[in-house]
């Protein structure tokens, strides 16, 4: 029923903020984890957002779209090699990796990620508010 | 003892031939008449102005407070027909 | 019977008028949804040309998908109710955007009410 597709949109919001946010915790958590179960430093893990047209068959034009996190992808661009020959995971030069997460600039990404997440709660109340008004109608 | 006849001023406005009715019965015919002619012209303006608010083009103030007139003026007149009504039937009752 | 006052011009209006307003939020839910999204282009229910068009008789669909499946895209774009912008979303426009369409709805609706009120009195009236 029509009424609860907005409702569907914005839990695919919800949804795609709340992975997203889970992924940002993640890099939060290992930002100095110099070893994980792939060998190697934890890598940053970003995700990947893509718009769904929300049934099979609607048109191209004018049918709104949901968002679906595709998948999740880890970075290994720009690991940071740091000098410390005496620990357990330096290689044969001395140089430990470390990963990639930059603290400051995921919490820049977690503020944004609340930010959309606040945002599609308030569209779930104003759509629920217009049912209710609606309902109003018949009384 | 006279029958007295319906006033045919409170049934039918438009009659207000003065059947030989003192005057202010005759007011009443043209007072239902009137306030029909003005209940209409509040329900009308009452939806111009609504369409003018959903084009943008009035105040939605405007638009709710004619709505209300106009609401307001339909049950005044219908009140107003009711008691006539009963005063008309309440007339009628009345053994002479 | 007339039905005139189910049918007058007002009463059409505003029934269109809450249509209207309820996709626009399904429009603005799909944008919020969106908007980290790359590449996503927020869509938009331009009501300026709604109304025009209204006013001027054109007849509207909203996108394709009222009529025929076998309809291409790419017929009279002027004609749709839903537009594709080239822009990116702004949380901050689009919820606003999103209060404003909130309110024009309740505007409607609560202007559907007291319509229905007027004919309520009338069907109601010989009560008291």
Known sequence: MSMFKAMDLSASGLTAQRQRLDVIAENLANVNTTRTT???????????????PEDDFASFLGSPEKVEVVKISQDAKGLRPEFDPG?????????????????????????????????????????????????EIGR | MKIMAPNPNLISPQGAQGLGTPAPKEDFGNLLNNMVGEVN???????????????????????????????????????????????????NRMPL | MSWGAYTDGAMRLLEKSLTWRTRNQEIIAGNLANMDTPNYNRKEMNFDRIL?????????????????QGH??????????????????????????????????????QMLIKKLETLRNVIDGGGK
């Open chain 1, 38 to 52: 792939q060998g190697g430093p934890y890598q940053k893990k970003s995700v990947v957002l893509k718009a769904e």
């Open chain 1, 87 to 135: 620990h357990p995971d330096a290689d044969e030069k001395g140089n430990v990796l470390y990963p990639n997460v930059n603290p400051v600039s995921e919490l820049v990404h977690l503020m944004l990620a609340s930010r959309a997440y606040e945002a599609n709660i308030a569209v779930l109340r104003t759509g629920k508010s217009m049912v209710m008004k609606t309902l």
């Open chain 3, 52 to 68: 025009n068009n209204y006013a001027r008789g054109t007849v509207q669909e909203v996108g394709l998908t009222t009529s025929n």
């Open chain 3, 72 to 109: 291409l895209p790419g017929s009279d774009p002027s004609r749709t109710l839903v537009e594709e912008t080239n822009g990116e979303v702004d949380l901050d426009k689009e919820m606003v955007y999103m209060s404003q369409n909130y309110l024009a709805f309740q505007a409607s609706t």
């Open chain 2, 41 to 91: 012209k509040m329900q009308q303006d009452g939806d111009q102005k609504v369409t003018g608010s959903l084009m943008g083009k009035e105040d939605l103030h405007e638009a709710m407070l004619s709505l209300e007139k106009a609401n307001l003026g339909l049950k005044l007149l219908i009140q107003v027909r009711n008691k006539m009504i009963a005063a008309y039937e309440e007339l």
